[in-house]
């Protein structure tokens, strides 16, 4: 026995303090890595997914056609070209208000609204051109120029207008739609469109708060309130 | 007799730790007190690691790469064959994973072009097919959901981007005191996002296109950080693509399913502009907003509106050059007000 050897009163302290405290983070370890395993949530992110919404919307919609020249109308086998009734039923007035044929043209073209401003009173096959020559129904874009000059020049050269096939301005691929193949001609202008769903960035679904509001900017979030209404300013002028 | 043994050395562990000068000299056995003093903190430890680990539960099947993915070369690096090599490995696992077999190629830049993206802001008018079209040609993640292109609802008078509004929902567009402003990848003739990637995982190619080795992405974000048109997106999720919703014309840096954890963006619609057809974008746009083409080639629409047409580039100041120009319509405004002319056009930007 070593001559310094500790009074009993100084036992204690012998034990490594490491040990206590091992003894009581060992199993503290034990229990949370046990419940990580076996409790803790997966850490799957909440994802927002895109409303359903048709996928006729996404097909690719080409409004009218180019007409045949003289535009022929086929009802079972038969074929009517415009002059088989006008050569009998002659046009007396111009007035749009007078129609008793052609109810389904809506005619909303500004101050144009004149039917023998574009087609000619005698010839129904033709159109006819502000100088009172004909036009034929395959130059569609010739009539429109007569009024829409510069948007004609912007079509010719592509600013206007939809340009399909390829971007390769030598490829037999690429075709320019016509004036009517967009536009109607008898309500040029294009209807009013219901907007696709918007985005729902990753966590960005439905974790609206009063904080995401006062932020501004592109980035920041809609605010849906209790009822679930939009109160961002885009709905603003609903 | 074990048991005896180690009370032995216990015994002996007690007598030396209770004699602290004592040279030990026997060796130090594995006693029950050295075993009881270790043993918590190792077993603690181990479970502090298996928790640590424990994440890796969820990992679903088949995220981790295969051996041949992690031993593939940088894009620029990959012979013909090794090439040929990890088309046809992506083509296996888009098969195994959707059910599709897809065609994958590797499509290079065309010699002689410069790709230039126009968009008609007078012309525009919100619907967000172009979203959406974008969504069904690329495979891009429905949920999470991914989108290249963001469609800015814009009070007339600005181009202030932070005026903007991503979530408009009007039960029809456009509204009558907004403009809309679509933005994508703007494909920077100086890129910054290109700069800061630490693996040259991203680069500028010789047609002007901006694109990402998928596979080489190490998904640090910087790029997305470093992009001022906010183009950049991160797959935080597993991307999930419905199998019916696959498309099978894709491109080695374009199209193909990416994993999760990594960037992507737009990339012009590479796998199709380069066999010489349109981006899927501007196939889509009701309105014919959209122009896309050569810029080298001086009777492209997108020559003839860069050199007649008002244009102007978002965030000049920040020196990225894009390709991607918005531009404006002349106004002729009429007597009556009611012209789609003169409906569908923003005020001009006073700038």
């Known amino acids: 026995m070593n001559t310094d050897t500790p009074t009993p009163d100084q036992t204690p302290k012998l034990i490594p303090k490491t040990t206590n405290i091992a003894w009581f983070t060992g199993p503290a370890f034990l229990i949370i890595a046990a419940w990580f395993v076996l409790l803790a949530p997966s850490p799957a992110i909440p994802v927002a997914s895109t409303p359903e919404f048709s996928p006729t919307l996404l097909e690719m919609t080409i409004r009218g056609t180019v007409k045949e020249d003289p535009p022929i109308l086929r009802v079972g086998s038969y074929e009517y070209r415009c002059n088989d009734c006008h050569d009998i039923f002659k046009s007396g007035t111009e007035k749009t208000e007078n129609l008793y044929q052609h109810l389904d043209i809506k005619f909303n073209h500004g101050i144009n609204n004149r039917c023998f401003n574009c087609h000619d009173q005698e010839n129904r096959n033709k159109l006819v051109g502000r100088n009172g020559g004909y036009i034929s129904y395959t130059e569609i874009p010739t009539l429109c120029s007569q009024c829409h000059g510069p948007t004609f020049r912007d079509w010719e050269r592509g600013m206007h207008g939809k340009t399909l096939g390829s971007w390769e301005t030598d490829n037999p691929n690429q075709r320019r739609l016509e004036c009517s193949e967009c536009h109607n001609p008898h309500s040029p202008a294009f209807p009013d469109y219901e907007p696709l769903p918007g985005p729902n960035t990753l966590r960005m679904g439905d974790q609206p708060t009063e904080l995401h509001h006062e932020r501004k900017g592109p980035l920041a979030l809609p605010f849906r309130s209790e009822n679930g209404s939009h109160t961002d300013e885009g709905g603003a002028d609903q | ?351």
């Not at chain 2, 015994?11 to 000299?25: F, I, K, P, T, Y």
């Not at chain 2, 603690?44 to 928790?51: E, I, P, R, Y």
């Not at chain 2, 910054?192 to 080795?213: F, L, Q």
């Open chain 2, 1 to 351: 007799m074990t048991l005896r043994i180690w009370e032995s050395q216990a015994g002996e562990a007690v007598s030396n730790s209770s004699s602290r000068s004592c040279n030990c000299q026997s060796r130090p056995g594995f006693t029950r007190r050295s075993f009881l003093r270790t043993a918590p903190g190792a077993v603690g430890g181990m479970a502090a690691m298996v928790a640590a680990l424990s994440p890796l539960k969820d990992l679903p099947e088949g995220s981790l790469p295969s051996v041949e993915e992690f031993m593939q070369k940088h894009y620029k690096e990959m012979s013909p064959e090794e090439m040929d090599a990890a088309l046809a490995r992506m083509s296996r696992e888009v098969e195994d994973r959707y059910g599709v077999v897809p065609s994958i190629k590797d499509y290079k830049p065309l010699e002689g072009v410069q790709f230039v993206y126009a968009l008609n802001l007078s012309r525009c008018i919100g619907c967000r097919k172009c979203v959406h079209a974008c969504v069904e040609e690329n495979n891009q993640s429905r949920s999470p959901e991914i989108q290249y292109i963001r469609v800015l609802e814009m009070p007339r008078g600005t181009t202030d981007i932070e005026e903007g509004n991503h979530h408009y929902d009007r039960p029809t567009v456009p509204g009558d005191t907004h403009y809309y402003l679509p933005i994508q990848c703007h494909q920077c003739a100086n890129p910054p996002c290109t700069k800061v990637c630490p693996v040259e995982a991203t680069w500028k190619d010789d047609d002007g296109i901006v694109v990402i080795d998928y596979d080489w992405c190490i998904g640090c974000r910087y790029c997305e950080a470093a992009c001022p048109y906010w183009a950049r997106r991160f797959n935080f999720g597993e991307p999930s693509l419905p199998k019916d919703k696959i498309n099978p014309d894709m491109g080695y840096l374009s199209n193909r399913p990416r994993p999760r954890g990594v960037v992507e963006k737009c990339h012009f619609c590479l796998h199709r502009t380069r066999q010489g057809k349109m981006p899927a974008c501007l196939e889509i746009c009701p309105v014919g907003a959209r122009k896309f083409g050569n810029a080298l080639d001086p009777e492209s629409e997108v020559s003839q509106i860069l050199k007649t047409k008002r244009i102007f580039v978002l965030k000049e100041e920040v020196g990225t050059l894009p390709r991607f120009f918005y531009y404006f319509d002349e106004r002729y405004p009429r007597d009556d007000g009611n012209s789609p002319e003169s409906h569908a056009e923003p005020v001009e930007a006073s700038e």
